[in-house]
């Protein structure tokens, strides 16, 4: 029996730890400091039908705890993914989950199609969340209604299950969850980064060229294991959880949320080993609880 | 690339807010390229998170010791200033591409043009020329005459010009007006500094060979969060890009957007 091992819709994870989008790139950086194969899934950066150089720099800015990024999505297009991202990845028994971003609905199904026809993607996760780009974006991640149309379209467009990234920045966050369960979602992925902003006392301007940027790092590890709490109890689809992941009892806290598995995020740029050590730290922490395995632990919190 | 933990065997303020740090460790056996940058994890209070990059200003192989000299600039390298002999930091690296030390070719002259912080990985690309018999030159800016450090350690290498932009040491102005004033002439030119620098010395000099490194605020420093990335030169899409950790920090003249 493994004690670690996950199931999820199109995830069968030996351990619930991935990357999280947007912190590991396709996988090559990484691979450079240990086998990828040791990773429960790889959530590869987002997609979008275009290239995307993305934003102005400085792009990150370190917060008390945490980080502001606003890269802007930057990404070389779906069709260079498809031709040489994720044939690269083939090498590992892995599962991919395929983020996917874009600016209006056509955009999203389009990448969805030719995203889905690359034999080693096994689910998508749509991206209706992402503060960094001016027009479309986390408007679909704050009104219902737009969160729906979009879930349904997508469904429509492939046959791959289908995780909606939730945005924190909305008044509702389990409006929009129970919304795009009801639109066909397999899963759900939260949080998405908290929008913020850093001034620099010497030019009395915001660090990042953006302006505004997206907040990652355990500073945001509270809000998350929150929203983790309140949407999983209304929803019975399985959520994929992230904000702030650091060690393996951050992430027994988010399944005792009601997480059924974890994205780790800004810490692999702390430490390129983190996703690996916190593998390796997990029996021990389960242990400690007595519990057989993870997935006992999944809302623990308000079961 | 390598994550260890790395001794700190001395630590001083040489200038105004700029500090030597001499830190010994196995993983120094690997900083061989001149140029190269190490990340380092300087926690001190809460509010650091992230690690800092910072760039290699000498080497000793035989002792497993490498030198940095930094700017005080924030929390993190505040953090740094105030580890003592004995303390451990956790390094990551040697990141990057460094200078190719390979090129100058045994009688060639190398101009080496440093501005501010950027001035430390120049000396030991400096001590590595010199040693292969290579001539080298250097001109070395700062703001002022309580920024400037290292002047003597480069004049033991080579003939040596200083600047600082209010005229308080040296010569007054920017390292530019040193090569025009003193007509420095040279096969190879190797810079490090602010990018505003990097472009003048590339719109005086556009058709010598040169290398160029980059300053850039980073995050992962490995190429997987792409915090650092510069345009590429007669892209018209606008979507190519190096990014500076990984491509970098050196760059070769005419490859990227100043």
Not at chain 1, 225 to 231: A, K, S, T
Not at chain 2, 97 to 125: A, C, E, H, K, S
Request: aromatic fraction near 6%; charge should be negative; glycine fraction near 10%.
């Amino acid at each position: 029996m493994n004690r670690l091992q996950v199931d999820l819709p199109g995830l069968s994870m030996k351990n619930p730890i991935m990357p999280a989008s947007g912190c590991f790139g396709f996988g090559q950086e990484y691979a450079e400091f240990y086998d990828l194969n040791k990773l429960g899934a790889i959530a590869i950066k987002a997609a979008t039908f275009e290239p995307r150089f993305g934003n102005p720099t400085p792009r990150v800015a370190e917060t008390a705890s945490g980080m502001l990024n606003a890269i802007g999505l930057q990404n070389p297009g779906v069709d260079q993914i498809v031709a040489e991202k994720l044939p690269w990845l083939e090498q590992y028994d892995v599962p991919i989950l395929a983020n996917i971003a874009g600016s209006a609905m056509e955009d999203y199904v389009e990448t969805v199609k030719k995203i889905s026809e690359a034999p080693n993607v096994n689910a998508l996760e749509l991206n209706i969340s992402c503060p960094n780009v001016k027009e479309g974006g986390i408007a679909f991640g704050t009104k219902p209604e737009l969160a729906a149309e979009l879930t349904k379209r997508v469904k429509e467009a492939s046959e791959l299950p289908l995780y909606v990234k939730l945005s924190p920045n909305t008044a509702d966050i389990v409006g929009i969850a129970k919304a795009v369960e009801e639109a066909g979602a397999d899963g759900l992925s939260m949080i998405n980064t908290l929008l913020g902003m850093r001034i620099d006392r010497k030019t009395g301007q915001p660090v990042l060229a953006n302006g505004a940027g997206g907040l990652s790092g355990p500073a945001v590890k509270p809000v998350a294991i929150r929203m983790i709490y309140e949407v999983s109890q209304a929803v019975s689809i399985p959520i994929i959880g992230m904000g702030g992941i650091q060690s393996a009892e951050d992430v027994v806290e988010f399944f005792m949320a009601g997480a059924s598995a974890v994205a780790v995020g800004t810490a692999n740029f702390i430490d390129p080993f983190v996703c690996p050590s916190i593998i390796e730290d997990l029996p021990g922490v389960l242990d400690e609880l007595k519990v057989d395995t993870i997935s006992d632990l999944i809302g623990r919190s308000w079961k | 690339m390598i994550k260890a933990a790395v001794r700190v065997t001395g630590q001083q303020e040489i200038a105004k807010d700029i500090f030597e740090l001499r830190l010994r460790g196995e993983v120094v056996r690997e900083m061989t390229v001149p140029g190269q940058f190490v990340h380092l994890l300087a926690r001190g209070g809460f509010d650091t998170l992230l690690r800092r990059p910072i760039s290699i200003a000498d080497v000793d192989l035989e002792n497993r010791e490498l030198t940095m000299i930094y700017r005080v600039e924030g929390n993190g390298t505040r953090n740094l200033s105030e580890k003592q002999a004995g303390d451990v930091i956790d390094l990551l690296g040697p990141l990057g591409n460094g200078f190719p030390v390979d090129r100058p070719r045994n009688g060639q002259t190398v101009l080496l043009v440093g501005g501010g912080i950027g001035v430390p990985p120049l000396y030991y690309l400096s001590k590595r020329l010199a040693a292969k018999g290579v001539k080298v030159k250097h001109v070395l800016g700062f703001s002022s005459e309580a920024e400037v450090f290292y002047e003597k350690e480069f004049l033991a290498l080579g003939e040596t010009h200083v600047t600082t932009v209010d005229g308080s040491y040296g010569q007054k102005g920017f390292v530019t007006d040193a090569i025009n004033k003193h007509q420095i002439d040279f096969d190879i030119l190797k810079a490090c500094g602010p990018t505003p620098m990097l472009r003048a010395l590339e719109q005086q000099h556009p058709h010598e060979e040169a290398y160029f490194s980059l300053e850039q605020r980073m995050g992962c420093a490995v190429g997987a969060c792409l915090a650092c990335v510069v345009h590429v030169q007669g892209d018209e899409t606008g979507a190519e890009y190096r990014k500076v950790c990984k491509d970098g920090p050196v760059f070769p003249i005419g490859e990227v957007v100043l």
